[in-house]
């Protein structure tokens, strides 16, 4: 029985494996092996939002990720409107080596690997109303929220 219940927690290990970070993952999280949210208040009205996300979650996913998270916070401040400044959006990659060499007989052994994470990382500005004109994006919380899909 026990040997059972070990073969179904690997299974669902490598299936959880092949997926993208999940949106609710908090980095700070012992599971969560450095993925996920760190949102930082800098104002009153203003947060910064950093999101890094495994080798299977793209940069469009990051992105929704990213909007959604700024109107949960605008919206749950009590701001109908937000803007984002300075938006980063990369993937990058990550990667270990080991190697053996030997120099007589012309011998080399290595391992590698690299692994892509995305990473986004923004500031959000809370705002009670929509400027007539503005050199930022602004965002209206609550279509955010019913529009963009976050679901991996």
């Known amino acids: 029985m026990k040997k059972i219940g070990l073969i179904a927690c690997g299974l669902s290990a490598l299936l959880l494996a092949g997926c993208a970070t999940p949106y609710d993952t908090d980095r700070d999280s012992f599971w969560s092996f450095g993925k996920g949210f760190e949102v930082t208040p800098l104002a ?36 109908p409107y937000f803007a984002l400044r300075g938006e ?28 892509s994470e995305t990473t986004v990382m923004v500031e959000v500005i809370g705002m009670n109303e929509k400027p007539a004109d503005s050199n930022l994006p602004v965002y209206e919380s609550d279509f955010i929220l019913k529009n963009v899909d976050v679901n991996s």
């Open 88 to 115: 980063q959006n990369f993937r990058d990659q990550t990667g270990s080596s080991t190697g053996l060499g030997y120099s007589s007989n012309d011998f080399l052994y290595g391992i590698g690997s690299t692994i």
């Open 44 to 79: 009153q009205d203003t947060w910064q939002i950093s999101f890094i996300g495994n080798e299977n979650t793209d940069r469009t996913l990051a992105r929704n990720y990213l909007l959604h998270k700024a109107a949960e916070l605008a919206q749950g401040a009590g701001y």
